[in-house]
């Protein structure tokens, strides 16, 4: 290739001094072709190379530094491979005899490659398609600051976009975050275009072909949409729901929303949802909400029930009455200790199932290690071994947002009674709450307290009184109650039956 100054001399030979190409050659030693060259084109010369130089040492690794460049794309920006990283993997696990600058030259130019790509403008027919994407945020509830994994999905052809706060991406929360995006949409769109998470991918084939988990396989059947997965790497093949992700990071979590519960939260989202309906993007000729009314009409209908969001999980309960999920242990009734049952893991709460029955019902605990009691399953040990009430951790617990009425009744019960006995009858009365609210139970133990009654039977009787206005039931007299409550037994003179002996006065055998 010769220079621009060469070319220069060139042309000035010929176009100016007159001289022939013959006379050129001799002159500069340069061939006929590039002097033919140079006199059609006068700008700076361009090297181009015509195939590309082979490497021996790198060509059998470029696919394995594709690949990891490629993983990259899915992973945190900062736990990325590093051109030295590459080097050194390349050469503890496959050997690689190269230079680490031939890699370093490498990786630069596929990365280049990768930042200058190309797309296609791309147009959606109503109901044809939707993009799904998981992000997180930072966010405050009940005054604890915590992670919340965003669900975001937006539709093609509206762009209407939907969010929702999970504590978790596992696979019940996928679940149920499509669930709640039908139900705000009011129908299923006919393809979903998601990454290859491990909630709906269990092994990546050849190709588009992937190994699906059969638990989305079920939830897909249920909504009757089709699935398509983007090539590992190449997160711009659903675009809208990536963009969705910072979209709702940076105008609706800005500065930190806090809320008393997950609920307040999602309610609140859902809101910044509806009101996107009154914006119009660029190139949409009406806002999104009317694009999304027009949408509508060509989206799946919801089936008549929910998918069970839910994922299955066999337990065992110990000799404490606890099931044990993920280091947090559940309490079930103490009749059902040492039972095999079955645990529904749901994004708010556990269900625990002994395949004839719900045995229990808790929230969903997100800590490690933690013991999640219901006290009403311990109460009816408690009211056979009423020593073990002062160390009992279910009431311990509940000692600590019940009402304070319950405490002045249970004083009142101990100045009456002896201490395992007010005990005992104090554990009737809790026992009421596995068939009436904790509300009535106050309002009764409020009355019994104002009319002297201080029995279990008593507290019954003003409650059934409550909660069956209608029903005709005789009222506690002035004179049943202390008899009720605190009537006194007298204990027989033991020597009296003296006489019933032999050779005693007034009595044979």
Same mark, same amino acid.
């Given at each position: 290739?010769?220079?621009?100054?060469?070319?220069?001399?060139?042309?000035?030979?010929?176009? $100016?001094?007159?001289?022939?190409?013959?006379?050129?050659?001799?002159?500069?030693?340069?061939?006929?072709?590039?002097?033919?060259?140079?006199?059609?084109?006068?700008?700076?010369?361009?090297?181009?190379?015509?195939?590309?130089?082979?490497?021996?040492?790198? +060509?059998?690794?470029?696919?394995? $530094?594709?690949?990891?460049?490629?993983?990259?794309?899915?992973?945190?920006?900062?736990?990325?491979?590093?051109?030295?990283? &590459?080097?050194?993997?390349?050469?503890?696990?496959?050997?690689?005899?190269?230079?680490?600058?031939?890699?370093?030259?490498?990786?630069?130019?596929?990365?280049?490659?990768?930042?200058?790509?190309?797309?296609?403008?791309?147009?959606?027919?109503?109901?044809?398609?939707?993009?799904?994407?998981?992000?997180?945020?930072?966010?405050?509830?009940?005054?604890?600051?915590?992670?919340?994994?965003?669900?975001?999905?937006?539709?093609?052809?509206?762009?209407?976009?939907?969010?929702?706060? #999970?504590?978790?991406?596992?696979?019940?929360?996928?679940?149920?975050?499509?669930?709640?995006?039908?139900?705000?949409?009011?129908?299923?769109?006919?393809?979903?275009?998601?990454?290859?998470?491990?909630?709906?991918?269990?092994?990546?084939?050849?190709?588009?072909?992937?190994?699906?988990? /059969? /638990?989305?396989?079920?939830?897909?059947?249920?909504?009757?949409?089709?699935?398509?997965?983007?090539?590992?790497?190449?997160?711009?093949?659903?675009?809208?729901?990536?963009?969705?992700?910072?979209?709702?990071?940076?105008? @609706?979590?800005? *500065?930190?929303?806090?809320?008393?519960?997950?609920?307040?939260?999602? /309610?609140?989202?859902?809101?910044?949802?509806?009101?996107?309906?009154?914006?119009?993007?660029?190139?949409?000729?009406?806002?999104?909400?009317?694009?999304?009314?027009?949408?509508?009409?060509?989206?799946?209908?919801?089936? /008549?029930? *929910?998918?069970?969001?839910?994922?299955?999980?066999?337990?065992?309960?110990?000799?404490?009455?606890?099931?044990?999920?993920?280091?947090?242990?559940?309490?079930?009734?103490? !009749?059902?200790?040492?039972?095999?049952?079955? #645990?529904?893991?749901?994004?708010?709460?556990?269900?625990?199932?002994?395949?004839?029955?719900?045995?229990?019902?808790?929230?969903?605990?997100?800590?490690?290690?933690?013991?999640?009691?219901?006290?009403?399953?311990?109460?009816?040990?408690?009211?056979?071994?009423?020593?073990?009430?002062?160390?009992?951790?279910?009431?311990?617990?509940?000692?600590?947002?019940?009402?304070?009425?319950? +405490?002045?009744?249970?004083?009142?019960?101990?100045?009456?009674?002896?201490?395992?006995?007010?005990?005992?009858?104090?554990?009737?009365?809790?026992?009421?709450?596995?068939?009436?609210?904790?509300?009535? &139970?106050?309002?009764?133990?409020?009355?019994?307290?104002?009319?002297?009654?201080?029995?279990?039977?008593?507290?019954?009787?003003?409650?059934?009184?409550?909660?069956?206005?209608?029903?005709?039931?005789?009222?506690?007299?002035? !004179?049943?109650?202390?008899?009720?409550?605190?009537?006194?037994?007298? @204990?027989?003179?033991?020597?009296?039956?003296?006489?019933? #002996?032999?050779?005693?006065?007034?009595?044979?055998?």
């Amino acid at each position: 290739m010769i220079t621009v100054e060469k070319k220069e001399q060139i042309r000035r030979a010929y176009f $100016i001094e007159g001289k022939s190409i013959r006379q050129i050659q001799r002159e500069t030693g340069c061939h006929r072709r590039t002097i033919r060259k140079a006199l059609e084109d006068g700008t700076v010369p361009q090297y181009t190379l015509k195939r590309s130089r082979p490497s021996p040492v790198l +060509d059998p690794v470029k696919p394995i $530094i594709d690949r990891w460049l490629a993983e990259d794309q899915e992973q945190p920006r900062k736990q990325r491979h590093t051109a030295r990283r &590459i080097y050194e993997r390349l050469t503890t696990e496959y050997g690689f005899q190269g230079a680490e600058s031939t890699v370093r030259r490498y990786v630069g130019q596929r990365r280049k490659e990768l930042r200058s790509q190309v797309f296609i403008p791309l147009s959606y027919a109503p109901g044809q398609t939707a993009q799904v994407d998981f992000g997180e945020a930072q966010v405050i509830i009940a005054g604890e600051l915590l992670t919340a994994q965003l669900f975001c999905l937006r539709l093609g052809y509206s762009k209407q976009p939907f969010v929702t706060a #999970l504590p978790t991406q596992a696979q019940e929360a996928f679940f149920e975050g499509h669930v709640r995006a039908f139900q705000f949409l009011g129908g299923v769109p006919h393809q979903i275009v998601y990454d290859n998470l491990r909630a709906a991918v269990k092994r990546i084939l050849e190709g588009r072909n992937r190994e699906e988990q /059969a /638990a989305f396989i079920a939830f897909r059947s249920h909504y009757l949409f089709e699935s398509r997965f983007c090539t590992p790497g190449q997160a711009h093949e659903k675009g809208l729901a990536e963009g969705l992700v910072g979209y709702a990071r940076r105008n @609706w979590f800005v *500065p930190l929303p806090e809320h008393p519960t997950w609920e307040a939260l999602n /309610a609140y989202l859902e809101e910044k949802c509806r009101a996107e309906g009154q914006r119009r993007l660029r190139g949409m000729e009406m806002t999104i909400g009317e694009a999304l009314a027009l949408e509508q009409a060509h989206l799946l209908p919801l089936p /008549a029930q *929910p998918f069970p969001c839910c994922t299955l999980h066999p337990v065992q309960a110990n000799g404490f009455g606890l099931v044990t999920f993920q280091t947090n242990r559940y309490s079930v009734p103490a !009749d059902h200790a040492h039972e095999a049952c079955w #645990l529904r893991a749901f994004v708010d709460r556990v269900e625990i199932t002994n395949g004839r029955q719900t045995l229990a019902v808790h929230p969903r605990c997100y800590g490690r290690e933690q013991d999640i009691l219901n006290p009403l399953h311990y109460l009816p040990l408690l009211e056979q071994r009423p020593g073990a009430w002062e160390q009992a951790k279910p009431i311990q617990e509940w000692q600590q947002r019940w009402p304070a009425v319950y +405490d002045h009744y249970l004083a009142a019960l101990r100045e009456r009674l002896p201490r395992a006995q007010a005990t005992r009858e104090f554990v009737r009365i809790l026992r009421l709450h596995e068939d009436y609210p904790e509300a009535t &139970i106050t309002q009764a133990l409020e009355q019994a307290l104002a009319t002297h009654c201080y029995s279990a039977e008593g507290v019954k009787h003003l409650v059934r009184r409550l909660t069956e206005p209608g029903r005709v039931i005789a009222p506690l007299t002035g !004179d049943i109650a202390p008899v009720v409550s605190v009537a006194a037994v007298d @204990w027989p003179a033991v020597e009296q039956f003296d006489r019933l #002996l032999p050779g005693r006065q007034g009595g044979e055998l």
